[in-house]
Nanobody, 113 residues
């Protein structure tokens, strides 16, 4: 199993960012993908998940109006898009296969003017 994420991003406050996670080594549509972030000095924070098989999503209440999860079965890639960025969103963003045994390498998102 391999999850490969897109590269680091720098955004201004108020902008959006879209992070990708390309999966390989298993049947993409059989497993949820979770999105988790880690703000510097804090623990892991679950943002939500997507079922690539049917596109159903679950989103943590904190992010419900700001994050969108999508999946492209043709490329085995899931995406997390976070809008209205603020400095507090500076973090490393991870995708993880359901069960959290397999993780992407992380994507640093920095929000700064």
């Amino acid at each position: 199993v391999l999850l490969v994420q897109s590269g680091a991003e720098l955004r201004n406050p108020g902008a959006s960012v879209k992070v990708s996670c390309k999966a390989s080594g298993y049947t993409f549509t059989d497993w949820y993908i979770d999105w988790v972030r880690q703000v510097p000095g804090q623990g892991l924070e679950w943002m939500g998940r997507i079922d690539p098989g049917d596109g159903d999503t679950e989103t943590a209440q904190k992010f419900q109006r700001r994050v969108t999860f999508t999946a492209d079965t043709s490329t085995s890639t899931t995406y997390a898009e976070l809008n209205s960025l603020r400095s507090e969103d500076t973090a490393v963003y991870y995708c993880a296969r359901e069960g959290w045994y397999d993780w992407g390498q992380g994507t640093q998102v920095t929000v700064s003017s």
